[in-house]
C-alpha cells in the first residue's frame, strides 16, 4: 500500500465484512470468551482439514482471510505512520488477537 492507500476506508470495509461473516457464525464480538475462542482459532487454522461443501466452515475461513487482511491493514498504516482506528467489532477482535498471541507467548497477532 502507499501512502495514497485510505487506510481508514480499508479498515470499515473490512470491519464491516467481519460483522457480516461473525453475525452469520453467531459469534456475538461483545462476548470475550467466545471471540477469544474464535481468535485462538483463527490463529491456529491449518487448511488441511478443510472439508468442502461446509458453509459454516467456508465463512469460518472467510473471516479468518479478513483478519488477515485486518491484520496487514493495520501493520502496513504503521509502517506509513497512520494509526488505523477501526469500528468496535475490529477493535475487540485485535484485542482478541493479542491476548490469545499473548498466551502464545509470542508478539501480536502477526506470526
Given at each position: 500500500?502507499?501512502?495514497?492507500?485510505?487506510?481508514?476506508?480499508?479498515?470499515?470495509?473490512?470491519?464491516?465484512?467481519?460483522?457480516?461473516?461473525?453475525?452469520?457464525?453467531?459469534?456475538?464480538?461483545?462476548?470475550?470468551?467466545?471471540?477469544?475462542?474464535?481468535?485462538?482459532?483463527?490463529?491456529?487454522?491449518?487448511?488441511?482439514?478443510?472439508?468442502?461443501?461446509?458453509?459454516?466452515?467456508?465463512?469460518?475461513?472467510?473471516?479468518?482471510?479478513?483478519?488477515g487482511l485486518m491484520l496487514k491493514t493495520m501493520e502496513e498504516?504503521?509502517?506509513?505512520g497512520y494509526e488505523v482506528h477501526g469500528s468496535?467489532?475490529?477493535?475487540?477482535?485485535?484485542?482478541?488477537?493479542?491476548?490469545?498471541?499473548?498466551?502464545?507467548?509470542?508478539?501480536?497477532?502477526?506470526?
Amino acid at each position: 500500500m502507499t501512502d495514497f492507500e485510505n487506510y481508514t476506508g480499508t479498515a470499515s470495509r473490512v470491519a464491516l465484512e467481519i460483522e457480516r461473516k461473525l453475525i452469520a457464525l453467531g459469534i456475538d464480538w461483545h462476548d470475550d470468551l467466545k471471540l477469544r475462542e474464535f481468535a485462538r482459532e483463527a490463529l491456529s487454522f491449518d487448511a488441511s482439514h478443510i472439508k468442502q461443501g461446509d458453509a459454516k466452515q467456508a465463512a469460518r475461513i472467510e473471516c479468518y482471510g479478513l483478519i488477515g487482511l485486518m491484520l496487514k491493514t493495520m501493520e502496513e498504516s504503521a509502517e506509513n505512520g497512520y494509526e488505523v482506528h477501526g469500528s468496535d467489532v475490529w477493535k475487540a477482535l485485535a484485542r482478541a488477537l493479542w491476548l490469545e498471541k499473548d498466551l502464545q507467548g509470542t508478539k501480536g497477532p502477526v506470526q
